[in-house]
């Protein structure tokens, strides 16, 4: 009898519910690319800013994650009736802690810091505009830190589109320190 009701349990198993994929384990690596607004959304105007990025994430214990990743951002200056291009090339390392997950691990919302450093170029290195004028800007090396608030929702087991909230503070160039960037990505999880 004891052998019977163990194989309807175990029928009753196989055939009942479904099995979850299992998310943000120790050691798991996923290949994140996005792409922001720099400064508010103005995509056409003479003042909008973008960036590209990627990273890679290695998830620890908790569900928490270390970001290692590479960022282009370009914000026009207006100046008359043209722009000035001020370019940043970054490279980040930081550490985001999981604030919030849903019961079935598909969203996650992180809040992270991250520290900073790269080089910004102004005008592409040409001091003089176009009217004569001469740029006392000039292109540096930079550094500092940015601020995340970052969602995850996996549509796939390995595939999860990222939604962003950044504020990144820059000391050592001559432009603006500071920069909000909110923007949309994907992640593909590799291991």
């Not at 604030?99 to 450093?117: E, H, M, N, P």
């Not at 505009?129 to 500092?144: E, N, P, Q």
Request: with cysteine; charged share 20%; glycine share 12%.
């Amino acid at each position: 009898m004891r052998k019977y009701i163990a194989i309807i349990i175990a029928s009753l198993a196989l055939f009942t519910g479904q099995a979850h994929a299992q998310r943000c384990l120790p050691k798991m690596q996923g290949i994140e690319v996005r792409a922001d607004m720099a400064d508010g959304f103005n995509p056409g105007g003479k003042d909008g800013g973008y960036s590209f990025g990627a990273a890679l994430s290695t998830y620890t214990k908790r569900g928490n994650k270390w970001v290692f990743g590479g960022e282009y951002l370009l914000k026009n200056n207006p100046y008359k009736d043209t722009k000035i291009p001020v370019a940043q090339f970054t490279a980040e390392g930081g550490y985001y802690f999981r604030i919030l997950s849903d019961a079935r691990k598909i969203v996650f919302v992180y809040a992270g810091t991250s520290a900073l450093a790269g080089y910004e170029s102004v005008n592409w290195g040409k001091k003089v505009l176009h009217d004569g004028s001469t740029l006392h800007d000039r292109d540096a090396f930079i550094y500092g830190g940015a601020l995340t608030l970052d969602v995850e929702c996996y549509v796939a087991d390995r595939i999860a589109l990222l939604a962003n909230l950044r504020e990144r503070c820059l000391w050592g160039g001559d432009t603006r320190k500071f920069h909000t960037q909110f923007g949309v990505g994907i992640k593909f999880i590799i291991n």
